[in-house]
Each structure stands twice: as C-alpha cells, then as structure tokens.
C-alpha cells in the first residue's frame, strides 16, 4: 500500500512539473508578440531596430510634414525635438490627429520609415501618452499644458 501512495505522489508531482513547463513555454513562445516596446523617435534614429520588430513610437506630429496620399495612406514625420521619423499609415486616422499634437504609433522601423499598423491620438486636449511625456522630457520641449 505504501508503495502506490509513493507512485501516486510521484506521477502528481511529475504532472505538476509538466504543466509548469507547458505554462512557461507557452508565454514564451506569445510574449514576443505581446510585449511591443515603446520608443522614441530619438531613440529610433540613434539605434533603428530591425525590421521584424514590431514596437511603439510616440512624440508630435511633426508641423507641416501631414501628407494625405490616394485613398487612405497617409505620411507624416513624429518627433520628439531632437530627431523626426517618418511614418507612413494606411488605414482611418482618429479624430483628433493633427500637426503638431501628441500620437503614439505601433509597427515596424522599414527603410527609414515607420510602417504603422496603429496609430492612436489623444483623446481630449489635454491628453499626451506617459511615455511621450517622458521622452519630451527628456528632450527638454515639453510644456505643460495650461501652464
């Protein structure tokens, strides 16, 4: 009798260790495309990523670089004040995306120009995205709004 209770120990222990290692290795295999990093468009034009990295970027709609293409592509350049980035977005732009607002845009860095599949935009007049914040900081042109 005690040797089945040993056994039985033994193969939930063993089952356990398994279902641990299925867990780890499953958001493993996901966490690549889960986690999408944010960077600024300094950050981009120092280090450009390579082009299979889908990641964030984010800073001002850079003035007078807004360009609507034929049909819904779009180019514009992000900056941050210290280096502007080229992106182009095909697809509906939120409402309240403008020259010279905050945005925050999600694709690939291809050939000198941020290929975006996102693009998200403040959602009142006050809004800007931590992460821009913080880049436009760093910068050292950020202002307070209302201020």
Same mark, same amino acid.
Do not use: C, W
């Given at each position: 009798?005690?040797?089945?209770?040993?056994?039985?120990?033994?193969?939930?222990?063993?089952?356990?260790?398994?279902?641990?290692?299925?867990?780890?290795?499953?958001?493993?295999?996901?966490? &690549?495309?889960?986690?999408?990093?944010?960077?600024? &468009?300094?950050?981009?034009?120092?280090?450009?990523? &390579?082009?299979?990295?889908?990641?964030?970027?984010?800073?001002?709609?850079?003035?007078?670089?807004?360009?609507?293409?034929?049909?819904?592509?779009?180019?514009?350049?992000?900056?941050?004040?210290?280096?502007?980035?080229?992106?182009?977005?095909?697809?509906?732009?939120?409402?309240?995306?403008?020259?010279?607002?905050?945005?925050?845009?999600?694709?690939?860095?291809?050939?000198?120009?941020?290929?975006?599949?996102?693009?998200?935009?403040?959602?009142?007049?006050?809004?800007?995205?931590?992460?821009?914040?913080?880049?436009?900081?760093?910068?050292?042109?950020?202002?307070? &709004?209302?201020?």
């Amino acid at each position: 009798m005690k040797g089945l209770k040993k056994q039985r120990r033994i193969q939930v222990i063993v089952l356990a260790v398994v279902a641990m290692i299925a867990a780890f290795s499953a958001f493993y295999i996901a966490a &690549p495309d889960a986690l999408q990093f944010f960077r600024s &468009p300094s950050e981009v034009a120092d280090a450009p990523p &390579p082009p299979t990295e889908v990641f964030r970027i984010g800073g001002l709609v850079e003035e007078g670089t807004l360009v609507r293409g034929q049909g819904e592509t779009v180019t514009f350049s992000v900056t941050d004040g210290g280096a502007s980035i080229a992106v182009s977005y095909t697809g509906v732009l939120p409402d309240l995306f403008g020259e010279g607002e905050g945005m925050v845009g999600t694709g690939r860095y291809v050939d000198g120009v941020f290929e975006a599949s996102e693009i998200l935009a403040r959602h009142d007049e006050t809004y800007m995205p931590a992460e821009v914040i913080d880049a436009l900081k760093e910068q050292g042109v950020y202002q307070e &709004p209302n201020g």
